[in-house]
């Protein structure tokens, strides 16, 4: 059972415009959120995060919402840039707790096109 | 700050041969990981480590596979013997300690493939 998914497996936005990129939950014990960024053979890159105390995470072109309640978060790229093109990973774990590992979705292919 | 250096980069072995793969965490990380991801999905935790202490082996396939991280710094995963569902990329990762919050940091991966 997926206890977080992202439902998209791909998306392709012009360069300039905004991406959005969804991820759902289902385990209410979550709350913190990641964003990783994959380029082809190499790893996730972190990109930004958010616990649940929030439901807004900004960092330059870069921003995370949190719908606690609707236990659904996303991740919004503005102005999209080739470079962004890549795999966009959201991953969950509990906040404080002891362990900290992460359940991945099973990423969004991000094309950002020129 | 030099980031998580894992290798070998690519692995290509036969069914029931065996394998081990390094990792060396980010100076002054506590906390390591290993992930498995498999094509088309996301990574999936085999084994944590706290320090040289195992924190969460739960999803390890502990007749195959194995993992040490003896002096707290480096770690090693091993398979033996090595299965066609094993073909995978091998990710290590590691963190400044174990307690959520803190994100962790990627190595690029070692690609195995099982023929």
């Known amino acids: 059972d997926q206890q977080v998914k992202q439902n998209s497996p791909s998306l392709s936005v012009q360069e300039g415009r905004i991406s959005i990129l969804n991820c759902d939950y289902t385990n209410s014990m979550f709350d913190y959120f990641l964003w990783y960024k994959k380029y082809p053979a190499e790893g996730p890159t972190f990109l930004i995060s958010?616990?649940?105390?929030?439901d807004k995470n900004e960092d330059g072109r870069f921003t995370v919402f949190l719908n606690k309640s609707a236990k659904h978060l996303s991740l919004h790229i503005v102005p999209s840039q080739p470079g962004d093109s890549a795999v966009y990973f959201c991953a969950a774990s509990v906040y404080g707790g002891s362990q900290g590992n992460l359940i991945f979705g099973k990423g969004t292919k991000l094309s950002v096109k020129p | 700050e030099a980031g998580v250096a894992q290798s070998p980069r690519y692995k290509i072995i036969e069914k029931r041969q065996s394998v081990a793969f390094w990792c060396n965490p980010i100076s002054g990380h506590a906390t390591l990981y290993w992930y498995q991801q498999i094509l088309g999905q996301g990574p999936k935790l085999l084994i944590q480590f706290q320090n040289n202490g195992v924190v969460d082996d739960s999803q390890l396939p502990k007749d195959r596979f194995s993992a040490e991280r003896l002096k707290g710094v480096d770690s090693t995963l091993k398979i033996q013997p090595a299965k066609l569902e094993d073909s995978a990329v091998y990710l290590c990762?590691?963190?400044?300690?174990?307690?959520?919050?803190?994100?962790?940091?990627f190595g690029d991966g070692t690609r195995l493939s099982i023929l």
């Open positions: 990762a590691s963190s400044l300690d174990a307690g959520g919050g803190q994100p962790q940091h």
């Open positions: 958010i616990s649940s105390i929030k």
